[in-house]
């Protein structure tokens, strides 16, 4: 049975950070993009971040890019999300998936599993 698991998620002020960190388990993702996406109350869940196979290549949202930077641990099955600069608006829940291609991940339909989620609430 495949899982993600997303943590690190919690609350913090303006201006802060967060990392969020994904383990995967019952499968390897070592030949796949990983990536996060987020939901925010009331609204659909949006791309935030995807990471190659190797990790040699990422792409972001804009309303992230030069703030959060996404990381791989191929050896580990983990993939991680560095927050910098949180803004109110980032509040949301923020989900780990696994994809189903091996780069150039950035809609929900490449991605094949899903973690549950990690909440993140950023107070003004």
């Known amino acids: 049975q495949v899982q993600l698991v997303e943590s690190g998620g919690g609350l913090v002020q303006a201006g802060g950070s967060l990392r969020l960190s994904c383990a995967a388990s019952g499968r390897t993702f070592s030949s796949y993009a990983m990536g996060w996406f987020r939901q925010a109350p009331g609204k659909a869940r949006e791309f935030v971040a995807t990471?190659?196979?190797?990790?040699?290549?990422?792409a972001y949202a804009d309303s992230v890019k030069g703030r959060y930077a996404i990381s791989r641990d191929n050896a580990k099955n983990t993939v991680s999300l560095q927050m910098n600069s949180l803004q109110p608006e980032g509040t949301a829940v923020y989900y780990c998936?696994?994809?189903?291609?091996?780069?150039?991940?950035?809609?929900?339909?490449?991605?094949?599993?899903w973690g549950q989620g990690t909440q993140v609430t950023v107070s003004s």
């Open positions: 990471i190659g196979w190797n990790g040699g290549s990422t």
């Open positions: 998936a696994g994809g189903r291609r091996a780069y150039g991940a950035r809609g929900e339909y490449d991605y094949f599993y």
